[in-house]
C-alpha cells in the first residue's frame, strides 16, 4: 500500500484478506521462501510451521521449537521470548535481529513478535529469512579491507611495518607508556655503505639483502615490539616495558647477527653491517619524534666512529 491511497481502501482490501479461506492463507505461506513459525512462549511447543521449515528442519510433530530448530535438548541461552513482552507482560513490538543457526550453519534476519493465538495464549511468532549469501558476501568484503588495510601498513620487501604503521603504533605506544609509567626505548639503525652495494651489484643485491634483514629483525623482536623499514635503508624499533640498557643489548645482538651474515646474488655474495642509535623516553619529550630525534643523534655518533656499533 501507498501512503496516499484512499483508507477505505486500505480498509477494504484488509476485511478482505481476512474473510480469506484458511486453505488460501495457508497456501501463500507454505509459498514464501522464509521460515514461518509459531510456538507457545511457556512450553516452547511448536504449533505451526511452514513448508520451507518442514522441508529445512522436518515435521514439528509437537516437538519443541529448541530441539527442532536448534537441534538442543534444552531452551535455547539466546531466545528472545523475554524481549517481546512489555513491563505489562502484553506484546511489545517487534524484534529485528541477525544470528547464525547452530544446527546447520547458515544466518537468518529474524522477525520475531508475541501475539494471541486463537485460544488466547501468548505464542512467539518467527518469520526467518536465510541471509547467509549475503553475510558472506559481507564477511569476504571485510576480510578484503582488512587485507588490503595490512598492505597499506607492510613494507613490501621485508614484511615489517612500513613507516605509516610505525608512526601510529608508536602514538599508542607511547601514550600507554606515560599512563602506566613503564619505560619505552626505540633503537634506529641504517645499513652501512648501501649505496655503494646497490653501485656495485645492483638493485636486486640491495632488496635480497633488505628482505634478509627483514627476516633477522623478526627473530630478533619480541611480540609486543613494533620493528618498521622507515626509509631505504633506515630501520627503526619501538620497545616497550624496555630500559635503555635493555635495547642497547638487542641493538648490539642484530649488529652482530647481520655483520656475520652474507647474501649471495647472482655470482657475488654481499656482506652487509649496520650502525645503531638507542634512546629511551624521558617526561619532558613531547612526542615520538623527541625519541627518535635523540636516537638519531646516537646514530650519528656511531657513524663519526666507524660504523658497525652501538651508541647510545
Known amino acids: 500500500m501507498q501512503d496516499g491511497e484512499p483508507v477505505f481502501f486500505r480498509e477494504t482490501t484488509v476485511a478482505n484478506f ?4 484458511p486453505q488460501a492463507l495457508l497456501t501463500i505461506l507454505d509459498n514464501l521462501d522464509a521460515l514461518i513459525y509459531v510456538a507457545d512462549m511457556d512450553t516452547h511447543e511448536l504449533l505451526f510451521m511452514n513448508d520451507y521449515g518442514r522441508r529445512v528442519w522436518g515435521e514439528p510433530a509437537g516437538r519443541k521449537c529448541w530441539a527442532v530448530l536448534q537441534d538442543r535438548d534444552s531452551p535455547c541461552p539466546f531466545c528472545t521470548n523475554s524481549r ?7 506484546p511489545a513490538e517487534p524484534l529485528v535481529w541477525e544470528f547464525q543457526n547452530r544446527a546447520n550453519g547458515r544466518w537468518y534476519q529474524c522477525r520475531d513478535q508475541a501475539i494471541y493465538w486463537p485460544d488466547g495464549r501468548l505464542v512467539r511468532l518467527e518469520i526467518a529469512t536465510d541471509i547467509t549469501e549475503r553475510r558472506e558476501m559481507e564477511e569476504a568484503l571485510r576480510a578484503e579491507r582488512e587485507r588490503a588495510d595490512a598492505l597499506a601498513r607492510e613494507d ?5 611495518n612500513n613507516r605509516r604503521a610505525f608512526f601510529e603504533a608508536a602514538e599508542k605506544l607511547l601514550a600507554r607508556a606515560r599512563r602506566s ?22 638493485h636486486e643485491a640491495g632488496d635480497r639483502l633488505l628482505r634478509h634483514i627483514g627476516r633477522l629483525i ?5 611480540e609486543g615490539d613494533v620493528a618498521a623499514r622507515v626509509g631505504g635503508e633506515e630501520f627503526v624499533l619501538l620497545l616497550p616495558d624496555t630500559e635503555q640498557g635493555e635495547a642497547r643489548t ?19 655474495t654481499v656482506s652487509v653491517s649496520a650502525s645503531f642509535g638507542v634512546a629511551s623516553l624521558l617526561a619532558a619529550d613531547d612526542g615520538i619524534d623527541d625519541l627518535m630525534a ?13 660504523r658497525d656499533c652501538v651508541y647510545g
Open 18 to 21: 481476512r474473510q480469506t479461506d
Open 84 to 90: 517481546l513482552l512489555d513491563e505489562h507482560g502484553k
Open 156 to 160: 613490501e620487501l621485508t614484511g615489517l
Open 218 to 222: 623478526g627473530n630478533c623482536v619480541r
Open 181 to 202: 609509567e613503564r619505560p619505552l626505548s626505540l633503537v634506529q639503525f641504517d645499513l652501512d655503505w648501501f649505496k655503494q652495494i646497490n653501485d656495485e651489484h645492483g
Open 250 to 268: 638487542l641493538a648490539n645482538r642484530l649488529r652482530q647477527s647481520l655483520s656475520g651474515s652474507v647474501v649471495a646474488c647472482r655470482d657475488a
Open 294 to 306: 635523540r636516537a638519531d643523534r646516537a646514530l650519528y655518533r656511531a657513524k663519526q666512529a666507524g
